[in-house]
């Protein structure tokens, strides 16, 4: 097995199917190996902790790759060496070889490293042929998704359900919920085509796809019975699904309300933060009270003391409310917001808070109050 | 107590005096606290372990602390929330006001913060006035001494001499050694005043002075008992010195070699680096085989690999060497180097490895080789 491929190229494509590698794989040389088949069109490289796998495959036929195989064959490396050589090699051209059994020299300009290498043969067979349908997704629109949900997920394993962001389409429109059972994000996306399908995707399996994203680069998704695929121009990421019910969340969503805030995004997310470090056993709780003139956010916590501060309004409706919720929360979801003004609805102090965007609909936050504060 | 100053100079004064802040500090009060004494022409600002103690005064004369001291007084508040509240207030003026006991008040714009600080009666009492002889030292000098030996200090507590940095002046020349038994750097330098002293400055005291010293001023040291001190215009740092006898190193440094080397520090310094990650039980360990023609660095390890590399050489002169030594200690040396040109003098494999700089002789680093590699 021989290659030559350009540096930049192959230190991405390492960077990508590293995501999937961990020490949770199952089978010995998953963890840390990146698998590697070099055929004569190509170059696959593989990682995998079976949860989530990602292949990226660099064409010969694609001049930004530098691509040229000498000699097929396939070889598993540990991940970190190759890296670690990658970034400190002094050569835009990077040649690995494959010199005796899995022993394999890496080599570009006046240096030379060997590592021991792992044998393929030993690496776990992961199917990457989709032969289910396939939906066309616009990165925008998924990166937008995944934004404005997947930190809402909880972190718990108790509730394996709720580590992801479900996802249902229903025809015309895509619900996505993210809830930790204290705080929901619902995103509803328009789609084009009609779609159906009901899944849970988890949180990780989310954030790795974003880094995958590439800018206005459109990408299909396809669903068997336990995984899920994101298959790009040149990448694929295959995850298992969560397999548990995922909670009926749009009940908790109330349908009105009795007090609106408005009031700008950048302004109530500065005095949030600024009150960040105020903890009571380690949990910062933020109070609002609002009035038709003014908010006044404040903090406290018997060990390191208070905050206060007033902020200007655009617009409240209702009566007055004192309410208490997560100061990380209200942070999560005013950073997931992108219209300048937010909304802020209340049902009294003991109702979530739910937050919308002024001139976008499709968004929601729900935020459970903490109570007696 | 009560005073307005500037948001970023009070960031900065309390950056600088929280390095003397630390958790081994003997009375409760000084962990994380600062000391802030408010008098109508200053606010002092003092942190310390009593190891290290550092006082900046912020003048109202000195027009850019826009400091306005309203009353006098003093408190000590915690380090970490001070800094945290400087640095997320939405204000280019912060006053800061004693309301009652200790509970102080720290505000800016529309924002305020209540905090408990602790009285300054508790906090223990500093000396900061100096009456010994005083040396006038240059920044840029003292900063190369700092960047040129400090790194070679032990980290072991087994011999504490060997912590920190020994400056002995005998006249007209300041010799500044700094050793963990394994590796030596010395650094001399010509000095314009006459000065008779020989202390062992913390490595950590050092460090602390780096980061206080402002290029282009000029600074004091004064030297007494079992303390040093540096004083620059408005800051003091003052240490505590190592009581321990510092061992004689002179000696340890060859007088002749029998081989010598002239290579370009750069590409001797990145072809190190690249072999980093080639550890051995944690240790990379490089050898270097030296000719005529070139330099050869190899890496080798059990576990991960190898690595080689040929360099081109600029001179050298001696029979053919191989020598190996610490990868780690070679990086050090070589990134103390100012020239473009580093020498390396050695006098056969099994003694110290000798580093100079080729255009000044001011720098030795002395390397321990590794046998049998």
Same mark, same amino acid.
């Given at each position: 097995m021989e290659f030559k491929v350009d540096k930049g190229v192959l230190g991405e494509a390492l960077a990508l199917v590293s995501k999937? !590698?961990?020490?949770?794989?199952? !089978?010995?040389?998953? $963890? #840390?190996g990146v698998l590697i088949n070099v055929r004569n069109d190509s170059v696959k490289l593989t990682g995998s902790d079976s949860d989530i796998s990602i292949q990226k495959t660099l064409k010969?036929?694609?001049? %930004? #790759?530098?691509l040229e195989v000498i000699d097929e064959g396939d070889i598993v490396l540990d991940a970190r060496y190759l890296q670690e050589i990658v970034r400190k090699i002094d050569s835009s051209i990077i040649t690995i070889e494959v010199i005796d059994g899995t022993f394999t020299k890496i080599s570009g300009n006046k240096a030379e490293y060997k590592i021991n290498g792992m044998r393929a043969i030993d690496y776990p067979n992961i199917d990457f042929n989709i032969d289910t349908d396939r939906y066309k997704l616009k990165v925008s629109i998924f990166e937008k998704i995944i934004k404005q949900?997947?930190?809402?997920?909880?972190? %718990?394993?108790?509730?394996?359900?709720?580590?992801g962001v479900n996802f249902k389409a229903d025809g015309s429109v895509l619900t996505c919920n993210a809830t930790n059972s204290f705080r929901l994000a619902t995103k509803k996306v328009l789609l084009e085509d009609e779609m159906h399908f009901d899944i849970t995707i988890p949180a990780k399996t989310l954030n790795n796809v974003a880094s995958a994203l590439v800018e206005n680069l459109d990408f299909e998704m396809a669903i068997d019975e336990t995984k899920v695929s994101f298959i790009f121009d040149d990448t694929i990421i295959r995850a298992r699904l969560i397999d548990d019910v995922y909670p009926d969340?749009?009940?908790? $969503?109330?349908?009105?309300?009795?007090q609106t805030l408005q009031v700008r995004c950048r302004d109530l997310l500065d005095a949030v933060e600024r009150t960040?470090? $105020? %903890?009571?056993e380690g949990k910062n709780v933020v109070k609002l009270t609002i009035d038709n003139t003014k908010l006044d956010i404040s903090s406290n916590s018997q060990e390191i003391g208070s905050s206060h501060e007033e902020l200007d309004i655009i617009e409240f409706i209702g009566s007055p409310i004192t309410i208490s919720c997560s100061g990380r929360y209200l942070n999560d979801a005013l950073r997931s917001i992108g219209s300048e003004i937010v909304i802020l609805n209340f049902s009294g102090e003991l109702k979530p808070i739910v937050i919308t965007e002024k001139d976008d609909d499709t968004l929601t936050q729900l935020i459970s109050p903490i109570r007696g504060q």
């Open positions: 999937a !590698i961990s020490n949770t794989a199952p !089978i010995p040389v998953q $963890i #840390n010969v036929a694609d001049e %930004k #790759n530098r949900t997947v930190f809402a997920c909880s972190d %718990k394993e108790t509730r394996p359900a709720l580590m969340v749009s009940r908790l $969503i109330p349908a009105s309300f009795m960040s470090f $105020i %903890k009571s």
